[in-house]
T-cell receptor, first 115, second 109 residues
């Protein structure tokens, strides 16, 4: 177990609604990244937060937004939900260094179903 | 062309077999390479990472990188039913990890 926790475990929402997912990072880590994993595919990078600011973003629209708090925990918010947003949402924590290894440790994920 | 490509499988082998899982990548600037294991309905778990070319061994697992061919491999010796999972190769690119699509492995007793 990595020590990264996510809540809730499962969520069912209706198209057009808004959702907030939460993540607590591993002790000693200062960076949180969010990924979307559709069924049968690899995770796709949404964005990363470091020192409470967005620190890189993948190819996701602005209705995907986030926050990082002083204790390094994080939220992912998705507005105007679409059916294609149904996926496993993964949070990964890491310790930001000048090296390029970028080891990220994942939580168990939140499975979002949009109907 | 995707930056990281992986055969989706599924790959089915008998217990005790040697398993070879592979990825190809397109960007020759990549230096670090990682393998994650993901059990059904769980988050990915970091198995191994390697830097540049060569081999790295950890117990029954060996990661191999061939930068000239842009090809990375994970070998599992003496495979066990508990190795049944999806294996994801991942490459750090800036702040993000770029993943392959994953290969589903089934080890049958």
């Amino acid at each position: 177990e990595t020590g990264v926790t996510q809540s809730p475990t499962h969520l069912i929402k209706t198209r057009g609604q808004q959702v907030t997912l939460r993540c607590s990072s591993q002790s000693g880590h200062n960076t949180v990244s969010w990924y979307q994993q559709a069924l049968g595919q690899g995770p796709q990078f949404i964005f990363q937060y470091y020192r409470e600011e967005e620190n890189g973003r993948g190819n996701f629209p602005p209705r995907f937004s986030g926050l990082q708090f002083p204790n390094y925990s994080s939220e992912l918010n998705v507005n105007a939900l679409e059916l294609d947003d149904s996926a496993l949402y993964l949070c990964a924590s890491s310790y930001q260094t000048s090296g390029r290894r970028n080891e990220q440790y994942f939580g168990p994920g939140t499975r979002l179903t949009v109907t | 062309q995707k930056e990281v490509e992986q055969d989706p499988g599924p790959l089915s082998v008998p217990e005790g077999a040697i398993v070879s899982l592979n990825c190809t990548y397109s960007n020759s600037a990549f230096q670090y390479f990682m393998w994650y294991r993901q059990y059904s309905r769980k988050g990915p778990e970091l198995l191994m990472y390697t830097y540049s070319s060569g081999n790295k061994e950890d117990g029954r697992f060996t990661a191999q990188v061939d930068k000239s061919s842009k090809y990375i491999s994970l070998f599992i010796r003496d495979s066990q039913p508990s190795d049944s999972a999806t294996y994801l190769c991942a490459i750090p690119a800036g702040n993000m990890l770029t993943f392959g699509g994953g290969t589903r492995l089934m080890v049958k007793p």
